[in-house]
């Protein structure tokens, strides 16, 4: 097989190693680049194969220069869709940087390339799972009046719930565990720290993805606390109405094992 005249650039997924990406485009003039996560991607035999390295300078190079050229609300939306941690979504970021820099007029609201109308609608998406894990986060509270909850969100928005969790529960030890992504917030009181344990240890029904069965010593108060939710729910419930189609659109299965009132 012939070269396709395309490069293909091996990079961690990192946004780092993202932004040395368009770094090296720009250096080398290669702008026919395909994002690769791993080195058995398919490729020609002849392909130009690079391995990216994580160069903090590059990088803040590139981000440097983004800021200039982009509005906040952009960057905002840059960052959105790279939380997202699709390789369809970083190929479109990647892209939409050589947009941007190869041209001297303003394009983030040129919604007819397909990389400015993607990054619109991965941001949407992460958004939406953002302020999901807002409204349906429980905590269990511990002997130790620590505050857990354990998550598994479709894309990596720990990131941006924190300044939510932190400034409505700001008199409150918690902690918020990403199970897939293995890493979590713990905020003491001060300040917010990074975190990682295994999560199986704290609930090991984890999975089967449909309950909170925590190992940890808890409150002696949370069986009532759980009792509670699962009264008002059922208060509140007119069974005779139930349209459990309209439910699962707003509320989704996959959220369920977080919500007290929807555990068996």
């Known amino acids: 097989m012939l070269s396709d005249g395309i490069a293909y650039?091996?990079?961690?997924?990192?946004?780092?190693?993202?932004l040395n990406c368009v770094f090296r485009a720009f250096q080398f003039k290669e702008f026919q680049v395909q994002l690769c996560l791993n080195e058995g991607a398919q490729h020609g035999l002849f392909a130009t194969v690079v391995e990216i390295p994580n160069d903090e300078q590059h990088a803040q190079r590139v981000w440097s220069a983004l800021q200039q050229r982009l509005s906040k609300s952009s960057l905002r939306q840059f960052y959105f869709a790279y939380l997202s941690e699709s390789l369809d979504a970083y190929q479109h970021l990647f892209n939409y940087c050589v947009y941007v820099f190869r041209h001297q007029h303003s394009v983030e609201k040129n919604y007819s390339h397909p990389s400015v109308l993607a990054i619109s609608q991965w941001t949407k998406k992460v958004g939406r799972e953002k302020h999901r894990m807002?409204?349906?986060?429980?905590?269990?509270?511990?002997?130790?009046?620590?505050?857990?909850?354990?998550?598994?969100?479709?894309?990596?928005v720990l990131p941006l719930i924190q300044p939510h969790f932190k400034r409505r529960y700001q008199d409150q030890r918690w902690l918020i565990y990403d199970e897939q992504r293995k890493y979590g917030l713990y905020y003491d009181l001060r300040e917010i720290h990074e975190v990682s344990f295994d999560a199986n240890e704290v609930d090991p029904n984890i999975e089967k993805g449909t309950s909170q069965s925590f190992q940890l010593e808890l409150d002696e108060k949370e069986a009532l606390f759980d009792?509670?939710?699962?009264?008002?729910?059922?208060?509140?419930?007119?069974k005779e109405r139930q349209n459990i189609k309209l439910h699962v659109q707003y509320l989704p299965k996959r959220y369920w094992r977080y919500l007290?009132?929807?555990i068996i």
């Open 9 to 18: 650039y091996y990079f961690d997924g990192s946004m780092v190693g993202l």
């Open 134 to 156: 807002e409204a349906f986060i429980r905590f269990k509270k511990t002997t130790d009046e620590l505050f857990i909850s354990l998550i598994r969100p479709d894309f990596n």
């Open 227 to 238: 009792q509670l939710w699962k009264d008002y729910f059922n208060s509140i419930n007119i």
């Open 260 to 262: 007290n009132e929807k």
